[in-house]
């Protein structure tokens, strides 16, 4: 549900930055995180943490090492407050998502797990991911 | 579609574009972690290694 004032409140980025924030607290306030990012006016980014307004793409970098976050996680959740944009739409039609180091980290073990056979996801495969996640 | 429509475009550059499967595999990734970007331990990775073995 969109709450009225604030269309952007229930997406992944919102919770992301909820939750990286909290983490932050007692070492770096929100206004620092904001300066560190390059926001140019303090409250920007307490208007997207608060999901009144989209985090810009040109912010991306920026926030994500502020938040100490992999600018590729960020950058496809930004693409996912912006779905119906045409830009955005137009680069993930193009490129496709973008990959973390972390998941780079994953897929190469997932070749070398499988001997480099492309492999799908089996129920077997899915139980073994869902055992690592303990769900 | 072409598998360059796949690949990466932040800098973490794989040996081969992304297949579909591996999609797959990163979009079931980023559900179960919710989007924590997890890094795969010793434990995962013997897991993983574990799911591979021919039954």
Do not use: C
């Amino acid at each position: 549900m969109k709450m009225f004032g604030r269309p952007h409140v229930n997406t992944r980025l919102v919770k992301l930055l909820e939750k990286k924030i909290l983490e932050l607290r007692g070492r770096r306030s929100q206004f620092e995180i904001s300066a560190e990012a390059g926001f140019p006016q303090p409250t920007m980014l307490a208007m997207i943490k608060s999901g009144a307004s989209k985090l810009p793409i040109d912010r991306v970098p920026g926030l994500a090492k502020a938040l100490g976050v992999d600018p590729a996680l960020l950058l496809n959740l930004t693409f996912e407050q912006t779905a119906g944009d045409t830009t955005a739409r137009a680069f993930m039609e193009i490129f496709g998502t973008a990959v973390t180091r972390n998941e780079v980290i994953w897929l190469t073990e997932i070749r070398e797990a499988s001997g480099h056979v492309d492999p799908t996801m089996t129920t077997r495969a899915r139980s073994a991911i869902r055992g690592i996640f303990g769900k | 579609m072409t598998s360059h429509h796949h690949r990466p475009v932040i800098g973490y550059l794989l040996d081969k574009p992304l297949s579909g499967n591996e999609r797959a595999w990163i979009g079931f990734i980023r559900l179960l972690s919710d989007n924590a970007d997890p890094s795969p331990t010793l434990a995962t990775v013997q897991a993983l290694r574990q799911a591979f073995v021919p039954s």
